[in-house]
């Protein structure tokens, strides 16, 4: 009769971290709730290297730990004096500045001058430094997105402006049922082994 009860306790700890198991395995595919932020940059201004002063910047406060997917961008924007159009970067970065994604949106283009184009950030786009993309933002969960030059010119001011142009900006954000089901899962495991 005891044996009977271990082995049918074993069985439903089994079925139970089974549905467990399987219930985890289905909602993995929405455990991440993908979002998007259009940012205007029409108007914007580039005229210092990355963080210097004379570049337009904002910060986003998207959610904690939010991974950032993917980027699509449309711009025009007018290089002035001797500054190159391939100069001008696109970016978004962490707030502590040490996981970023850059683009160049007229990379190759060496000289002063108009420019307008479209397309996404790539992990293979030119930059000055690595690629950089996609990247989890930290725990305030704050975005910076920016406009720079790679090489500020002294004879003007501001080395390029943006006449008109937006980055969309898709990223995913952890849901709290997936940590919820998570925790659960941990829970019948150590339940098992403490039963074992």
Known sequence: ???????????????????????????????????????DISGWEADNFNGGSGNTSMMFNLAANAQILSIDYTVSFESFGLSNRSEFVLSTERSDSTLFWDNRPAAGEDSPGAFTGSGSFTTTDPSPFDPGGPFVLGADGML????????PDADATPDARVSSG?????????EPGCLTLCTLMCAVVAYRRRSS
Request: charged share 15%; with cysteine.
């Open 166 to 174: 937006s980055l969309r900006i898709t990223y995913a954000v952890p």
């Open 144 to 151: 910076r997105v920016q406009v720079y030059e790679t090489f």
């Open 1 to 39: 009769m005891l044996g009977s009860r271990i082995g049918s306790n074993s069985r439903l700890r089994t079925s139970v971290l089974s549905v467990v198991v399987l219930a985890f395995a289905l909602s993995a595919s929405h455990c991440e709730a993908a979002l998007v932020l259009d940012v």
